[in-house]
């Protein structure tokens, strides 16, 4: 038989242990719990936000086969400019991966607006031009990417390209100076 003392200093041990074991589960949910005196304040915040969204359709430029293709693509849109580029560059992406025209996960890490508000800089993960590319290839490949862009409408005109926020490099192209919305010329518009 247990001792006073001993039980004394048992019973709060098992108490604790036993609103641990419910704490934790309702952090991994397990339980859901709604309070009825919480407020509902997110919930409104919530559907105001999804009023903003909306869906476009864009156009998903790629250069397979000697000639240019297109692709209607339906992305969520939303009033914020610089996360709509970053959406629509990184599906571009995804949608490149999917069509096995590049063979590596590339994504844009940060889009960032200059003054004027039609140069961007545009800061990637790694360089998505393989070294090993022809400059036609490449030129074809940064064609594809700008027409993408430019026919979203999204007002920019100047693109500066960077790599872990740092000057994109290439052999075969000058990632120096910014780079027209337009591209190479109006070849393809």
């Known amino acids: 038989?247990?001792?006073?003392?001993?039980?004394?200093?048992?019973?709060?041990?098992i108490i604790c242990f036993f609103i641990g074991i419910?704490?934790?589960?309702?952090?991994?949910?397990?339980?859901?719990?709604?309070?009825?005196?919480?407020?509902?304040?997110?919930?409104?915040?919530?559907?105001?936000?999804?009023?903003?969204?909306?869906?476009?359709?864009?156009?998903?430029?790629y250069y397979k086969d000697e000639r240019f293709l297109e692709e209607n693509v339906d992305l969520l849109w939303i009033e914020n400019k610089s996360e709509n580029l970053k959406h629509l560059i990184n599906n571009w992406f995804v949608f490149l991966r999917e069509e096995r025209l590049v063979d590596k996960p590339?994504?844009?890490?940060?889009?960032?607006f200059a003054d004027d508000l039609q140069t961007v800089y545009l800061s990637f993960n790694k360089s998505f031009l393989d070294q090993e590319w022809s400059i036609f290839k490449k030129s074809n490949?940064?064609?594809?990417?700008?027409?993408?862009?430019?026919?979203?409408?999204l007002g920019v005109k100047n693109?500066?390209?960077?790599?872990?926020?740092?000057?994109m490099e290439d052999y075969?192209?000058?990632?120096?100076?910014?780079?027209?919305?337009?591209?190479?010329?109006?070849?393809?518009?």
């Open 106 to 112: 590339y994504y844009l890490e940060t889009v960032a």
């Open 172 to 189: 075969h192209l000058d990632f120096s100076r910014c780079w027209p919305i337009y591209g190479f010329g109006d070849t393809y518009y």
């Open 22 to 61: 419910i704490f934790f589960i309702i952090q991994k949910s397990w339980i859901i719990i709604q309070w009825p005196f919480a407020s509902n304040l997110e919930n409104v915040k919530f559907v105001v936000d999804s009023a903003t969204e909306l869906h476009k359709k864009v156009k998903f430029f």
């Open 141 to 153: 490949f940064m064609e594809s990417l700008l027409k993408t862009i430019s026919y979203s409408d």
């Open 159 to 167: 693109l500066i390209f960077l790599v872990n926020h740092q000057e």
């Open 1 to 13: 038989m247990l001792s006073f003392k001993k039980t004394f200093l048992f019973l709060p041990i």
